[in-house]
T-cell receptor, first 109, second 120 residues
Framework: EDQVTQSPEALRLQEGESSSLNCSYTVSGLRGLFWYRQDPGKGPEFLFTLYSAGEEKEKERLKATLTKKESFLHITAPKPEDSATYLCALQAAGNKLTFGGGTRVLVKP | DAGVIQSPRHEVTEMGQEVTLRCKPISGHNSLFWYRQTMMRGLELLIYFNNNVPIDDSGMPEDRFSAKMPNASFSTLKIQPSEPRDSAVYFC??????????????????FGPGTRLTVL
């Protein structure tokens, strides 16, 4: 069975304090690893798709990387507006996404 | 460009009542998904459609839940009868899944704002 585990569950950062979020997965055949950002009261917002081990993608202060067993979302010099819940999801067969439990990030000024 | 549209945004009902949630996907997208999000279970896929056809409904909790997609621009998720444990935020998402040389490829999903359902 496909499984996705995110850690830590919550992360408190000072503004400018870089950190990384982890997404570990087990899947029989990975088609894609997705990262989403979710703000309170809103739907998840797409950030990145990674398809193969070694792939990296960047967007502003966020950088996502992928290995054969896990993905990392690095937040460099975060700002308060980066506070959100970050969700990873894997896509195996068909068009199904299996989501992890998310990491709640709070960046304090 | 309008994103995924869901209605209502909030629904409060009593146990035993029928609830209908509605979704309009992004124009041109041919895949539509219904998810449920709770604190305990996170974000779970209930059902998804490709080209208006239900492909996988293995996440639908039980027979009280049903979903339809009569055309490319509209879908409904119905709960009848509703129970307090159905209280959650229900999201609709859409994506473009083009076929190339007989192979379907899947792109990122775009989510609507959600419907917060409370069953008393």
């Amino acid at each position: 069975e496909d499984q996705v585990t995110q850690s830590p569950e919550a992360l408190r950062l000072q503004e400018g304090e870089s950190s990384s979020l982890n997404c570990s997965y087990t899947v029989s055949g990975l088609r894609g690893l997705f990262w989403y950002r979710q703000d309170p009261g809103k739907g998840p917002e797409f950030l990145f798709t990674l398809y193969s081990a070694g792939e990296e993608k960047e967007k502003e202060r966020l950088k996502a990387t992928l290995t054969k067993k896990e993905s990392f979302l690095h937040i460099t010099a975060p700002k308060p507006e980066d506070s959100a819940t970050y969700l990873c999801a894997l896509q195996a067969a068909g068009n199904k996404l299996t989501f992890g439990g998310g990491t709640r990030v709070l960046v304090k000024p | 460009d309008a994103g995924v549209i869901q209605s209502p945004r909030h629904e409060v009902t009593e146990m035993g009542q029928e609830v209908t949630l509605r979704c309009k996907p992004i124009s041109g997208h041919n895949s539509l998904f219904w998810y449920r999000q709770t604190m305990m279970r996170g974000l779970e896929l209930l059902i998804y459609f490709n080209n208006n056809v239900p492909i996988d409904d293995s996440g639908m909790p039980e027979d009280r839940f049903s979903a339809k997609m009569p055309n490319a621009s509209f879908s409904t998720l119905k709960i009848q009868p509703s129970e307090p444990r159905d209280s959650a935020v229900y999201f609709c998402a859409s994506s473009l899944a083009p076929r190339f040389r007989g192979v379907t490829t899947y792109n990122e999903q775009f989510f609507g704002p959600g419907t917060r359902l409370t069953v008393l």
